[in-house]
């Protein structure tokens, strides 16, 4: 799954999804004081927008120049609120300790034996920032697709046995899908995981 590969699935639609926000970002979000966030795997950007529509400075970044530049089309009034940049997570970490908010929402981070890139990530936020992760739901069919597996990337559950005594764990739950999956999949479950770094 690398830039190759979500350049083409990009390109074999006009949009790969609705253009709406996640609707656990919108729940879990509406809350928090905003600030600096990042948005991991922005895709085409909704996530990425409603941040900055809501007052954060958004660090929105993805693989796939495909999705980049549609989301660079659809910012409007907003170019001064979001910074689009082309980066794979997965090999290079974001900057330490530097975001109020870190959103990782459905983004397939593998996982490696010693952890580096979801430490990184882990690492991108700052004391009193909030972590927020979600995946398709642990009650919803496996879904394969070109030979990738589930059960070889982290999901919320995984994540949350990563913190340590410098986090508390507010939500870690799976809770029924509050919108359509997106087309040719059957999600009907949203993996939850919310958290506070203390320090």
């Not at 490696?112 to 990184?120: S, V």
């Amino acid at each position: 799954m690398d830039a190759r590969y979500w350049d083409e699935k990009y390109g074999r639609r006009e949009r790969l999804f609705s253009g709406s926000p996640n609707g656990v970002l919108v729940t879990e979000a509406a809350g928090l004081e905003p600030g600096q966030a990042l948005d991991a795997g922005c895709g085409e950007g909704a996530d990425a927008l409603w941040l900055a529509r809501h007052g954060w400075l958004v660090t929105a970044v993805d693989i796939s120049l495909v999705a980049l530049a549609r989301a660079r089309e659809a910012t409007g009034d907003l170019a001064d609120r979001v910074a689009w940049a082309r980066a794979d997570l997965t090999a290079v970490p974001p900057p330490a300790r530097a975001f109020d908010l870190v959103s990782i929402q459905y983004f397939p981070l593998p996982k490696q034996p010693d952890h580096t890139a979801l430490h990184g990530l882990l690492a991108a936020v700052a004391p009193g920032g909030t972590l927020l992760v979600v995946g398709h739901g642990p009650t919803d069919p496996p879904h394969h697709e070109n030979g990738f597996d589930p059960a070889d990337h982290y999901a919320p559950s995984d994540i949350a046995a990563h913190l340590g005594e410098d986090w508390t764990v507010l939500v870690d739950e799976s809770r029924p899908r509050t919108a359509p999956a997106p087309a040719g999949t059957r999600p009907t479950h949203d993996a939850v995981l919310r958290a506070r770094r203390l320090r």
